[in-house]
C-alpha cells in the first residue's frame, strides 16, 4: 500500500519559515490527490492546503493563505509544504495525506474524510 513519511518540522520562531516534505513509497503520488492537515493538542484535525493529481489545483485554508504553498516535486515523489510567516497558531502536528484521483483534473478537498492513506505526522512548534 501506499507509504506516507512527512519530514521536516521542528521548533521555528514566529514570522519564520520551514519546508515540510511528504515523500511517498509503494506508488506515484502523481495519481492521487494530497492533502496536509494538522491537528493541535486539544483541537480537531483541520485541513491546511491540498493539491490536485493531475490539476495542479490547489486549495488553502483561510487561516494559511498568502502564507503556505504546496507543491510537487518535479521527479521525486514527493510533495512540499512552503511555509512562511509563521505564527504561533501554527503549532500543530502535521499529516500528510493521500487518496486516489477518480477524477485526475478535479480538485481536491480539505476533509479529513476524504484521505484514506496517512503519514505518521511530523510536529511543528513556533515559538520564541
Known amino acids: 500500500q501506499l507509504q506516507l513519511v512527512e519530514s521536516g518540522g521542528g521548533l521555528v520562531q514566529p514570522g519564520g519559515s520551514l519546508t515540510l516534505s511528504c515523500a511517498a513509497s509503494?506508488?506515484?503520488?502523481?495519481?492521487?490527490?494530497i492533502g496536509w492537515f494538522r491537528q493541535a493538542p486539544g483541537k480537531e484535525r483541520e485541513g491546511v492546503s491540498c493539491?490536485?493529481?493531475?490539476?495542479?489545483?490547489?486549495n488553502y485554508a483561510d487561516s494559511v493563505k498568502g502564507r503556505f504553498t504546496i507543491s510537487r516535486g518535479n521527479a521525486e515523489n514527493t510533495v512540499y509544504l512552503q511555509m512562511s510567516s509563521l505564527l504561533p497558531e501554527d503549532t500543530a502536528v502535521y499529516y500528510c495525506?493521500?487518496?486516489?484521483?477518480?477524477?485526475?483534473?478535479?480538485?481536491?478537498?480539505?476533509?479529513?474524510?476524504?484521505?484514506?492513506?496517512w503519514g505518521q505526522g511530523t510536529q511543528v512548534t513556533v515559538s520564541s
Open positions: 493539491i490536485g493529481s493531475k490539476s495542479g489545483t490547489t
Open positions: 509503494g506508488f506515484s503520488l502523481d495519481y492521487y490527490n
Open positions: 495525506a493521500a487518496v486516489f484521483a477518480i477524477s485526475p483534473f478535479s480538485a481536491c478537498v480539505l476533509y479529513p474524510s476524504a484521505f484514506d492513506s
